[in-house]
């Protein structure tokens, strides 16, 4: 049993990921299957992270106390994300401290739409509504991604994530009806952010070459382009429902596809953002790397005063 | 001073607590020490948030005057809000923000023991439902400081540090005009002495436990209950306030 | 600093009574009863449960997949122990 060579190892692992059955932690997988989850994951797990801070920045001022109550459980349901995917990344064997502390250096990524400011009340609209509904689109397929644990997690934050779109658009919405100041706010946000949303989804399948071995895996389910085209699909309408419009000039509707057809991204801005030179790259990476090492004595203090106790106990 | 004028104002005391404290602790929100705590902290800011519109939803009730729960926390001046000086300090560490919390639970958990028994019906559904709450705060605060008092050297002298900072502003917790003795009269509020005394036994057992020493220092500072502020309240409403201020009279 | 992370432990929960402890994932806890608050916060924010169970992660003991067909597949050929394996003569009732 144990001495079966890699070769057959890979075609059975493969005939279960064929045959839709999950993979499980402790089951034998391929090493690139096992590191190409664990970037993807934390990744994932990152892009929560880093996601509470561009919203956490108008918790303080959430303009009444229904909305600062919705923000806050929205801002705290994304830390649980966080750790729902890092809690799926340390079944694979990798730490969670460490695959933090590689988002502290740059060397791991997170969705670059978070290197955005938030500069008004708007932007919780908008976010939620494009960010959060671009997020779901990604993630709805994963619920089937082979990695059980993965799966599971996803499952989970999906259900949660429902709330999430629901909330911005209402808040969008509120704003488009408004006075004109608040209707200028809304498009203003929608102008800001729609580009990078669809980046979201990241770059064109021709520049994902990572893309097919991963469908082969299961591991992910659709390709960046058939998501982004979703998301334009859907979102449009909405927009044109509450009277705002999309920053797009060539943007029309394909009798022929049935689908919209939209204007080129400008891919150059995706990989500067990506790199670092988004406008909040390094402040956003700074607050966490703050809260890490701030939290450092507090961390230590629970740690130290656990093994007195368990010591005090033994005794 | 008419019952219901004095419930309004003792009403708004308490729901600015609830208020200005939910503030300061959802400052954490997304900078907490570990993502479990964060959530945690979390948790608590909307707990205090939600009481805070209970709270000051009937406190504009009992007015009278077409205020809302919204009006009342974002409309009014500095002067106005007669929340705890306490409730109102920076956050500083998570030592200060918890030791603060820590100081705030203990006093509330007796307050709504009691007041789930008022004679008013009102604040007496209210208390019921935040007693529960607040009891897990108290729970998670206190076994923090007793952590942190009793972790390594640094947290020590960290979280004793807070206690000397923190300890002139726990008199005022206890602070009582003729409003409190009003409704004292009728059943409507407990009377402030006996919750006194057994803050004073709870908080001092803990602090014993967490190895902590209470300042011996007895000038303390009031104000915050008859609306005369530190200096912090003023920034915390530039914010709280901003949006209502820039954009008056709009729906959001 | 003594750079010593909080242990790993898993959770289960209750989701109602009368049903089993399921397990939901895992946390991040210097001691147990942080373990158990900490799980009410990250795993039952919308009521998914009513009973908390946190265990040490390190004392979670699996059994090895590779030796899945001799520890689960001799239960197979058992079809005996399952009660439609025998035939109830009509007009036979509750059994
Ligand atoms: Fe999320
Ligand atoms: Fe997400
Ligand atoms: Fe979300």
């Known amino acids: 049993m144990k001495d079966l060579n890699i070769q057959e190892l890979e075609r059975r692992f493969q005939e279960k990921i064929d045959n839709d059955i999950k993979i499980e932690p402790r089951d034998w997988m391929p090493e690139e299957y096992r590191q190409t989850l664990i970037r993807q994951i934390s990744q994932h797990a990152h892009s929560e992270i880093v996601g509470m801070l561009p919203e956490g920045n108008w918790i303080t001022r959430a303009p009444n106390l229904r909305r600062k109550a919705v923000l806050l459980a929205k801002v705290q349901d994304e830390a649980g994300h966080g750790l729902y995917l890092y809690s799926a990344v340390e079944t694979l064997g990798a730490d969670r401290e460490q695959t933090i502390d590689d988002l502290h250096t740059g060397k791991a990524k997170y969705s670059s739409i978070f290197n955005y400011p938030t500069t008004s009340w708007a932007d919780m609209g908008a976010i939620g509504w494009l960010v959060d509904g671009a997020a779901i689109m990604n993630q709805v397929p994963l619920c089937r991604c082979s990695y059980g644990p993965y799966a599971r997690a996803m499952v989970r934050v999906c259900k949660e994530e429902s709330f999430h779109q629901r909330q911005g658009f209402e808040i969008i919405s509120l704003l488009a009806q408004g006075t004109p100041e608040q209707k200028e706010m809304a498009q203003d946000a929608l102008n800001r952010f729609w580009w990078p949303a669809l980046m979201m989804f990241g770059p064109n399948d021709a520049e994902s070459p990572n893309t097919l071995q991963s469908m082969k895996w299961k591991i992910k389910r659709l390709t960046n382009d058939e998501l982004r085209q979703q998301f334009v699909d859907v979102t449009v309408p909405q927009a044109h429902m509450i009277g705002l419009t999309i920053p797009d000039k060539d943007l029309k509707f394909n009798e022929e596809t049935g689908h919209y057809d939209f204007g080129v991204i400008d891919w150059a801005e995706f990989w500067e953002v990506v790199k670092g030179n988004g406008p909040c790259n390094k402040e956003r990476v700074d607050a966490r790397r703050k809260a890490k090492e701030d939290g450092q004595w507090v961390r230590d203090a629970a740690m130290a005063y656990a093994e007195k106790r368990k010591i005090q106990k033994a005794s | 001073m008419e019952t219901k004028e004095a419930l309004f104002e003792y009403v708004l005391r308490i729901g600015d607590d609830s208020l200005i404290l939910g503030h300061r602790v959802s400052e954490w929100c997304g900078h907490g020490p570990i993502l479990e705590e964060d959530i945690a902290l979390t948790n608590i800011a909307l707990d205090l948030i939600g009481q805070a519109t209970n709270l000051l939803d009937y406190a504009g009730q009992l007015e009278g005057k077409g205020r809302d729960g919204d009006a009342l926390a974002f409309l009014r001046y500095d002067r106005e809000y007669k929340n705890l000086l306490l409730v109102e300090q920076t956050n500083g560490d998570f030592g200060k923000t918890i030791l603060r919390q820590f100081l705030f639970d203990a006093y509330r958990t007796l307050l709504l023991t009691r007041l789930s028994k008022s004679t008013d019906e009102q604040l007496s559904a209210i208390a019921v439902k935040s007693l529960k709450e607040t009891k897990y705060h108290l729970k998670h605060s206190s076994e923090w400081v007793i952590r942190l008092g009793d972790g390594t050297e640094d947290s020590h002298s960290r979280i004793q540090s807070s206690l000397d900072a923190l300890w002139k502003y726990t008199d005022e917790i206890f602070f009582a005009n003729e409003v409190d003795a009003l409704l004292e009269k009728e059943g409507i509020i407990p009377s402030m002495e006996g919750i006194k005394n057994e803050w004073t036994f709870f908080v001092s057992d803990i602090f014993a436990e967490a190895g902590l020493v209470i300042p011996t220092n007895n000038w303390k500072q009031e104000g915050g209950r008859t609306g005369r502020h530190t200096e912090h309240l003023g920034y915390l409403l530039a914010e709280l306030q901003y949006m209502q201020r820039a954009y008056p009279d709009m729906k959001w | ?95």
Request: net charge negative; aromatic share 10%.
């Open chain 3, 1 to 95: 600093m003594s750079n010593k992370e909080w242990p790993l432990w898993e959770v289960f929960i209750r989701s109602k009574q009368g049903l089993n402890h399921k397990h939901v994932g895992s946390l991040r806890a210097a001691d147990s009863k942080m373990a158990v608050e900490n799980a009410r916060d990250v795993y039952t924010r919308r009521s998914e449960g009513i009973s908390i169970w946190v265990v040490e992660s390190n004392n979670v003991f699996a059994s090895d997949p590779s030796e899945a067909d001799s520890l689960f597949e001799p239960a197979d050929s058992k079809a005996y122990r399952h009660p439609l394996f025998y035939d109830v003569p009509d007009g036979i009732s509750h059994m």
